[in-house]
């Protein structure tokens, strides 16, 4: 690549990624009006190019097609092309997401390659990463590109006459159903459980095979069967999953935090890109899973991950960077790969003998046969027996040679960082590290996540909208249905953990929003753009989940949740509706509608909401009393007595003495308690 060329318009982006394409000999453009209006001018086909600044592949064919000049001259003679950054525009890798699965019959991924009509922006043809040569039974991508145009050419009014159509199947999405044909007698939490034992690795832990990606969703499912009716092979499955995860590849183990997915069934080596939402989901499943099991192991993989997002993801000012590379140097992985001549220069040889055995460096090499990716391979008593050492002596000899790698891997080039704050993923952490810190009694982690919550109020809110991104102090122009309702969920976690002056306002507008601009007043249910936010082909309104929670779910949860809080109705019955029209959805793979399970739960049988009013002493000590044991259907506000601007359900639960506690399901509401007995059977009775 020529760095001193010149530049195409995405030089004038603020995304990391589309500023790695800044250079490029193609004739890049952003998604926009001006870009979109050429393409019109000039009737040439639209090559729509999607990524994400640390993904692999992507790299891949921009240092094979879009930074080879010949290969350049081919797209920008033939086509308009355009670059877009999939986390700042998810609502457009939706859209071309879902029309590449219908072209091509099988799911896409990054980078995604479609080829657009310049009218009307319909797809006509589609793939994921082309190679510069012929190779995995992929066609060379400049071939294809001179084949593609001609075909577009050559059938321009049949692909005119298709587009329609196309479009209508896009529209409807998954056929309807009515509620009532989607229910059966197994609940949809029974059928998810089903499902996922079928599905279950029963060697490896974890679900299906390679590539494993964690599905905490589906995790989670399994704790909670194993905590509501003892379901003792739940609880193993869940415990081998997360053991797997968090004990080989798939987990960085000097620097904690998760990568994004094992490109084997066994866990063993990742793609090494480290993904702000998937640690989002990871950090307090973990936490739930320690205090659910009472495995340590898990409450100290919650704060290893926890710990390195504050360190290596949060933003000075609060908030949450979007990822890691996979990359450093160049090379996939190179930051954290090992030779056994590198352990044994940085380690003095007591440490060796404990680390190279456990991290599986006296044994043959697992990245490629040269190089060693860490994982634990021996527990650590095992190695202390061999050692004649007491368990306490092997785990500082680990410790210090732990601290000694980092160290030696500080002087590597880093993987690169995409610095961008993205609202919906913020929202995720926020839930993720105030529950986490909660169940586990790590302030620091309420702490940053109260930063973030008012990072995302100060930079991203102004006071109508939400903004979906900002980076170098500018903000997009709008916000998607995940940014509205993460971010509420994520608010309501905190406001649970920590009351604070103005999260209930900031939580309320929130709602109000989802509910002018994004909800279906029709059909029920929300759509991932608002109302007066243009978007190619169709508007989506998805229930399922994929690498995220579905956005339509968790507006159902978190609408509930706070409909409970503040009684009222008009938020439950919003809720009620998305949850319907999501049934059946839900009715034929329950499996991949975690989120939406847990909303049809809350709704069937709602949840318990405590208000607790009261002064500081006595509050917080009742506050501490709730957080016992593992209750994951019991949310407590502990409001001081003081609190002001209270809306009037809420107001109505009023201060009384030293402390109060009013407890709730649903809409309906308890006597107040004053008395220490009685709370404690408050409690005892809202565990599960």
């Not at 003679?77 to 859209?95: G, M």
């Not at 929130?510 to 007043?521: G, Q, S, T």
């Not at 978007?535 to 579905?550: G, T, V």
Request: glycine share 6%; net charge negative.
């Amino acid at each position: 690549m020529d760095t001193n060329g010149p530049t195409n318009r995405l030089a004038y982006e603020t995304s990391p990624y589309l500023k790695q394409h800044a250079l490029n000999p193609v004739a890049w453009q952003p998604w926009d009006d001006a870009a979109l209006r050429a393409a019109r001018d000039a009737d040439k086909p639209i090559l729509l190019s999607v990524g994400y600044s640390a993904c692999h592949w992507c790299h891949v064919m921009a240092h094979e097609s879009f930074e080879d000049a010949a290969v350049a001259a081919v797209m920008n003679r033939l086509f308009l092309c355009i670059k877009v950054d999939r986390e700042e525009r998810p609502d457009l890798d939706r859209v071309y997401q879902a029309a590449h699965n219908l072209l091509a019959r099988r799911a896409g991924g990054w980078p995604l390659t479609m080829f657009l009509a310049p009218d009307d922006l319909t797809p006509f043809f589609g793939g994921t990463y082309f190679p510069k040569e012929p190779r995995f039974g992929l066609p060379a991508f400049p071939d294809l590109l001179v084949h593609v145009e001609r075909y577009f050419r050559e059938h321009r009014a049949e692909l005119t006459a298709q587009g329609p159509r196309l479009r209508e199947i896009l529209a409807a999405g998954d056929p309807a159903a009515a509620a009532s044909e989607a229910m059966t007698d197994e609940s949809p939490a029974d059928r998810a459980v089903t499902e996922l034992k079928g599905q279950f690795d029963t060697i490896d832990g974890g679900f299906g095979g390679a590539p494993k990606f964690p599905h905490p969703g589906g995790v989670r499912r399994l704790l909670l069967a194993f905590a509501r009716h003892a379901d003792q092979e739940a609880r193993s499955m869940a415990r081998a999953s997360l053991h797997a995860m968090a004990d080989r590849g798939l987990f960085d183990h000097l620097e904690g935090g998760f990568f994004r997915y094992s490109v084997d069934a066994r866990w063993h080596i990742p793609h090494f890109e480290k993904m702000l939402y998937d640690n989002a989901q990871l950090i307090p499943l973990y936490a739930e899973a320690f205090v659910a099991t009472g495995d340590a192991r898990f409450r100290d993989v919650a704060i290893a991950a926890g710990d390195f997002v504050r360190r290596d993801m949060e933003a000075p000012q609060g908030g949450y960077y979007a990822t890691l590379d996979a990359d450093s140097g160049g090379e996939e992985g190179a930051f954290y790969l090992w030779q056994r001549s590198e352990f044994e220069e940085s380690l003095d040889p007591d440490e060796a003998a404990v680390a190279i055995p456990y991290y599986g460096l006296d044994r043959a090499p697992n990245f490629e046969g040269h190089a060693y990716h860490l994982m634990i391979a021996t527990p650590l008593a095992d190695i202390a027996t061999r050692l004649a050492l007491s368990l306490e002596e092997a785990a500082l000899r680990l410790a210090r040679a732990r601290d000694r790698l980092i160290a030696a891997r500080a002087h590597r080039v880093r993987p690169g960082r995409d610095d961008k704050i993205l609202t919906a993923w913020n929202g995720l952490m926020i839930k993720g590290l105030a529950r986490a810190g909660r169940l586990l009694r790590i302030p620091r982690f309420i702490d940053s996540a109260c930063r973030a919550c008012d990072r995302m109020r100060t930079d991203l809110w102004d006071g109508t909208r939400l903004a979906a991104v900002t980076k170098d102090g500018r903000t997009s122009p709008y916000g998607y249905l995940d940014d509205y309702a993460f971010l509420l969920d994520g608010i309501l976690e905190l406001m649970a953990t920590r009351w604070r002056e103005g999260d209930l306002m900031f939580a309320q507008a929130l709602a109000d929003v989802l509910l002018a601009d994004f909800a279906d007043h029709e059909n029920g249910g929300f759509y991932f753009t608002a109302s007066d936010q243009a978007i190619p082909l169709y508007r989506p309104k998805s229930f399922s989940d994929d690498a995220l929670p579905s956005g339509n779910a968790v507006a159902a949860s978190a609408l509930l949740r706070l409909a409970h809080l503040l009684a009222d109705p008009v938020l439950e019955t919003f809720a009620r509706k998305a949850v319907d029209a999501g049934l059946a959805a839900l009715a034929r793979h329950a499996s991949l509608h975690a989120a939406l399970i847990e909303a049809f739960e809350d709704a069937s049988d709602p949840p318990a909401i405590i208000v607790l009013r009261g002064t500081s002493g006595a509050l917080a000590h009742w506050h501490e009393r709730a957080q016992a044991g593992f209750a994951p259907r019991r949310a407590v506000y502990a409001i001081p007595a003081d609190a002001q601007d209270l809306p009037p359900g809420l107001a109505a639960r009023a201060p009384s003495g030293a402390v109060v506690a009013y407890a709730c399901q649903g809409l309906q509401c308890e006597a107040p308690v004053t008395d220490d007995e009685t709370f404690d059977a408050v409690l005892r009775r809202t565990m599960l």
